[in-house]
């Protein structure tokens, strides 16, 4: 796991003390706001955008030791939403959820800003929430829509985690609800790709293209065709099937009845809470 060194220790202190407000009892949990997740030389150099958007709020049980983490990312397509917690058990589930720069926003027309803020964040998670009780071995990741699209990204390219020294599979496992497991549609309206729509694209934008065995525990949660957006179910479980075929022993793939790409995103939270709580058949 990724040690804390003396000058991101200081780097954390420093930024919680100018952005977090103090923790606040909610009852089974505790919460802090606006804790600025860059460290070291990355927050040195961020600029003014990226100190705005790279905030994340926490949520952690009272009481309890070694509780798994899920680092959760919003929707919006890329280019619009904030940070907001799911409805996950709070007396035995953290919750980080984190703000990321969008596209369309300050002269952003790729998805790697958003990308590698989400990695940041979910490094942040992985260094620090053993000083809130948490277990690092034990942070999952997920989101919904666009957010789940950066869940896949982060958790199966592993060139994000690796700048910081981190392997994918240093992650418990990955939740993305609704994600686009192609090129996300944002990516192709920016860059002017004449196959828009549902007309699919994989390329290295593409969950689908960094399938391996390798990949963390997943599960692919997604609404019902007929009620989901076009072509959204299918591509997720063509994501499953395909790391099954690549031998891969712990992906899951779960089709909400009847429910909407909207409605996924609370419909959905069962699943990721059973599967932070390792309730999942052969998870273990």
Known sequence: MVKITMTASLALVLATAAHAAAPVSRGVC?????????????????????????????????????????VWFHGGGLTRGRKYFPHLDAARIGVIT??????????????????????????????????????????????????????????????????????????????????????????????????????????????????????PPIVCITGQPGYEWPGRAEENELLIGTLKALGHKKAWYVRLPYATHGWTSTCGDPYIELFALGKYPDQK
């Not at 600029?47 to 705005?52: I, M, N, T």
């Not at 958007?53 to 070694?66: E, F, H, I, V």
């Not at 790697?112 to 940041?120: G, H, L, Q, R």
């Not at 989101?143 to 060139?159: A, E, H, I, N, W």
């Open 98 to 215: 984190a703000n990321y720069r969008l596209m369309g926003r300050e002269g952003v027309t790729s998805p790697e800003p958003a990308i590698s803020d989400a990695a940041a964040a979910v490094v942040w998670a992985l260094r620090h929430i053993a000083e809130y009780g948490g277990d690092p071995k034990k942070v999952f990741v997920s989101g919904s829509s666009g957010g789940g699209y950066l869940t896949m990204m982060v958790g199966m390219d592993p060139q994000w985690l690796a700048k910081y020294g981190v392997k994918t599979t240093d992650l418990a496992g990955l939740a993305p609800n609704s994600g686009q497991a192609t090129t996300h549609f944002a990516v192709k309206k920016f860059r002017d790709d004449p196959r828009q729509g549902p007309m699919p694209v994989i390329d290295k934008w593409a969950p689908l293209w960094h399938c391996s065995a390798d990949v």
């Open 30 to 70: 505790t919460e802090i706001k606006d804790v600025f997740y860059l460290e070291g030389a990355e927050a040195d150099s961020a600029d003014a955008y990226r100190r705005e958007m790279c905030m994340l709020d926490m949520r952690y049980p009272k009481g309890l030791t070694n509780f798994p983490t899920v």
